[in-house]
């Protein structure tokens, strides 16, 4: 069983995506953001850098930052990574893309949209410009390819699919100009992982549940 410390964010719906994917036993353990459950004794002692999601796997084995978590997952399984060499390196490389420039670059254009306590338009333009140039490289890389990484649906394409969705569900943005990034954002949605995990970042940020659980015996809940 692995325990995965989370809340309802891009980042936490990467890892349960992926756990659904490999078909691994998980049980959630809610970290509430908005009461800075991130922040206790205790939850540092896994994660000391205070952020989610963080994964403690049954051998008491713990990891945080979520590129490296899917990475991980995707080696105890075999599962979401090619098997030649070059293309595994690719996929990380869309891995660090993600983790260096799409999450920080939206997280802030969200912050900016919706959490600062007074407008800054100089951030807003910037931030908005910054992400429709990132949203651009992302498209282009899908112009003639199912997947960021070929054919076949990788850690790459879970690493950013949150984002996307957080760009059109909280960001409230478009795909208008971006194509080929809506065929494959609507091509992942319809994965039962994927939408087991959207289903978990729902409740989590409903607050509909503190604790969700979820074994090898409950696909279609929370498997």
């Known amino acids: 069983m692995i325990d995965?410390?989370?809340?309802?964010?891009?980042?936490?719906?990467?890892?349960?995506?992926?756990?659904?994917?490999?078909?691994?036993p998980y049980r959630i353990i809610a970290v509430n953001?908005?009461?800075?459950?991130?922040?206790?004794s205790a939850y540092?002692?896994?994660?000391?850098?205070?952020?989610?999601?963080?994964?403690?796997?049954?051998?008491?084995?713990?990891?945080?930052?979520?590129?490296?978590i899917l990475w991980y997952l995707a080696e105890k399984t075999g599962l979401l990574l090619p098997s030649d060499k070059k293309?595994?390196?690719?996929?990380?490389?869309?891995?660090?893309?993600?983790?260096?420039?799409?999450?920080?670059?939206l997280g802030q254009l969200h912050h900016f949209k919706a959490s600062a306590p007074e407008a800054v338009p100089y951030a807003l333009a910037?931030?908005?410009?910054?992400?429709?140039?990132?949203?651009?490289?992302?498209?282009?890389?899908?112009?003639?390819?199912?997947?960021?990484?070929?054919?076949?649906?990788?850690?790459?394409d879970i690493s950013a699919w949150p984002w996307i969705r957080s760009w059109l569900t909280t960001i409230k943005m478009d795909l208008d100009r971006f194509?080929?990034?809506?065929?494959?954002?609507?091509?992942?949605?319809?994965?039962?992982?994927?939408?087991?995990?959207?289903a978990i970042y729902d409740s989590l940020r409903s607050g509909a549940a503190a604790t969700l659980a979820a074994d090898t015996s409950t696909v279609g809940l929370h498997r």
């Open 4 to 24: 995965v410390y989370t809340w309802a964010t891009p980042n936490g719906t990467k890892v349960i995506a992926a756990l659904e994917e490999c078909s691994l």
């Open 33 to 40: 953001l908005g009461k800075n459950e991130q922040t206790t």
């Open 44 to 68: 540092l002692t896994i994660n000391p850098n205070g952020k989610i999601p963080s994964i403690v796997d049954g051998d008491g084995f713990s990891l945080f930052e979520s590129g490296a």
């Open 87 to 105: 293309s595994r390196h690719l996929v990380n490389q869309w891995i660090m893309f993600q983790m260096s420039a799409i999450g920080p670059i």
């Open 126 to 156: 910037r931030f908005t410009n910054e992400s429709l140039r990132l949203l651009a490289v992302l498209d282009g890389q899908l112009a003639q390819r199912q997947f960021l990484v070929g054919d076949d649906y990788t850690i790459a």
């Open 179 to 198: 194509g080929h990034v809506r065929r494959w954002y609507d091509t992942i949605q319809l994965r039962p992982a994927t939408i087991a995990a959207v």
